[in-house]
């Protein structure tokens, strides 16, 4: 019996997500279909449902990007009562004069009636006077006499004869500093280069002040001859020796006080230095220069530079032939040509101008500004040039102190050995007056820093006289025993802070510290007018 092959099954896509088989015939369970001839046939559909879209559904995740909401809220600020209240004065209740005559006795009203225009005149005078003109009250304690506070010294120094050669104050008005040494006045025989002295300060306001022990002390291998604090460092001080050196000491540093010194070179002095001076320096501001003077005749301006070394600046130079001729001069001897200094001082009104005095006995106005050359030979590494302006009319004999006054920019003061003080005018070779204080010599004078016609001097006859120009002309208005054997007092310096303090030192080897009365301390009314008319009409 004839058969026919079965047609091969295949695959046709069927609808989205559904397999769908075909056949080419008919089949059933018990195979194929026996039937007739070949013809198409079209079977049921198999479906297969897909499972991809159902997990990646499950996969989903809705989040938010958002912030939580913020709440808000409004408040006042501002406040919820006004209160008003007055600041002025009650309004004063006005006087009625006219309660008087109401009253009062018909005779007290006629009487007041009578004088109200010479009242009113001399009230009218009163608030045109200037008698109370610069009048400050004053409520501290006065103090009417003059009084010794302290009298300092140090052992040591008093054991070997030394002098009190310099005074000076520091720049606190606390601290009193005293060199040791030899007075040049009073030579002794003996070997100077080799002598030893000391500078000593004492603090006043340390508690338990012991005046046999100074608070701090500098052992020196030369005399010292002048001293001078530092005008804005309390605990420097400077010094100038008898060797012709010039040192700067720290006093805050007990075992190691030198902090500079010029050293034994060309540019230091010859002779023994009779002062010392701190100086702005004009090139830089808080920063001070140190001007030295000496019997050799040279004016030298130092500056510390480095480690412990002071360096010539500038300097100047007196010789004979340069100095002004506007005043009888004694002709110098053969072969000298230096002008010895042994004091100088400054103007309170000019930095640039000072007065120098000589060893010839004639003050000499300089000026830090000369540019003419000196001419000498002495070696020096700057050039030295001529200061000297003005001559003045000479003392008797050497001048061993000047002072310019703090109140008038055209007077000062000078000191000498023929026992006057000379007060002279800048503007005029002869001295405005002289006054004799002593029959021997005078060593030291000074202006009062407050009181305008207040001067100090000390004696060689151990003195310390206080003049007072408003009350005497002629005579000292208080004269203080320093020492009860008429020994010299070598040097004397207000203290400008406590004004009511004056220091004193003397051939003892002794500092007394003198409390001033009141009368030198307060200045008095129309003062500083007095001074210029005095320098004003004897001037002219």
């Not at 030579?187 to 100074?214: E, I």
């Not at 008898?242 to 006093?251: C, H, I, N, R």
Request: hydrophobic share 35%; charged share 15%.
């Amino acid at each position: 019996m004839a058969t026919r092959a079965q047609p091969a099954q295949f695959f046709r896509p069927a609808s989205a997500g559904v397999a769908t088989l075909a056949t080419g015939g008919a089949t059933s369970a018990e195979g194929p279909a026996r039937s007739g001839p070949l013809q198409d046939e079209t079977l049921g559909v198999v479906s297969v449902p897909s499972q991809w879209r159902g997990v990646q559904g499950i996969r989903g995740e809705t989040k938010s990007c958002q912030t939580a909401s913020i709440a808000t809220a409004e408040v006042s600020i501002q406040t919820q009562k006004q209160v008003d209240a007055e600041v002025q004065t009650e309004p004063p209740v006005p006087i009625r004069v006219l309660s008087v005559f109401q009253q009062d006795s018909p005779q007290l009203a006629a009487f007041l009636q009578r004088v109200e225009g010479m009242v009113i005149l001399e009230l009218n005078k009163n608030w045109q006077s200037h008698a109370f003109d610069g009048f400050e009250v004053n409520w501290t304690e006065q103090q009417q006499t003059v009084s010794c506070l302290h009298t300092l010294c140090y052992p040591p120094a008093q054991a070997q004869g030394l002098h009190v050669t310099s005074i000076s104050w520091n720049t606190t008005g606390s601290v009193v500093a005293c060199a040791y040494g030899r007075s040049l006045r009073r030579l002794d025989d003996g070997d100077w280069s080799t002598l030893k002295s000391f500078v000593c300060t004492w603090n006043l306001d340390r508690r338990g002040l012991c005046p046999r022990q100074p608070s701090a002390v500098v052992e020196v291998p030369s005399a010292v001859m002048c001293l001078a604090f530092h005008p804005m460092q309390p605990s420097h001080i400077a010094g100038g020796l008898y060797s012709g050196e010039v040192l700067v000491w720290d006093m805050s540093r007990p075992d190691d006080s030198l902090l500079w010194r010029t050293g034994l070179t060309d540019d230091t002095h010859t002779d023994p230095v009779y002062q010392v001076a701190w100086l702005p320096d004009p090139q830089h501001s808080h920063r001070f220069q140190l001007l030295s003077v000496a019997t050799d005749g040279k004016v030298l301006l130092w500056q510390g530079v480095g480690v412990g070394q002071l360096q010539l600046t500038e300097g100047f130079a007196l010789v004979v032939q340069q100095l002004p001729r506007n005043t009888k001069l004694k002709k110098p001897t053969r072969g000298e040509t230096e002008v010895g200094v042994t004091t100088v001082d400054f103007s309170s009104f000019d930095p640039s101008l000072f007065v120098l005095g000589t060893e010839g006995g004639f003050p000499l106005k300089c000026s830090l500004a000369a540019e003419e050359a000196a001419l000498t030979r002495m070696p020096s590494s700057v050039p030295l040039r001529a200061p000297a302006q003005f001559t003045f009319s000479p003392h008797g004999g050497p001048i061993y102190s000047v002072s310019c006054s703090p109140f008038h920019r055209n007077l000062f003061l000078s000191a000498g050995t023929d026992g006057h003080v000379h007060l002279y005018s800048m503007l005029q070779a002869q001295p405005l007056t002289s006054l004799q204080l002593s029959h021997k010599y005078l060593f030291a004078v000074r202006w009062s820093p407050v009181r305008p016609l207040v001067f100090a001097a000390a004696s060689g006859e151990g003195n310390v006289q206080l003049f007072d120009l408003q009350k005497s002309s002629q005579k000292p208005r208080v004269s203080i025993k320093q020492t009860q054997d008429e020994s010299p007092v070598y040097c004397l310096e207000f203290n400008s802070q406590q004004t009511q303090l004056l220091a004193a030192g003397d051939a003892k080897g002794i500092v007394k510290i003198w409390q001033l009365s009141t009368e030198f301390t307060e200045q008095g009314p129309r003062e500083a007018e007095d001074l210029d008319q005095l320098a004003t009409e004897v001037a002219t």
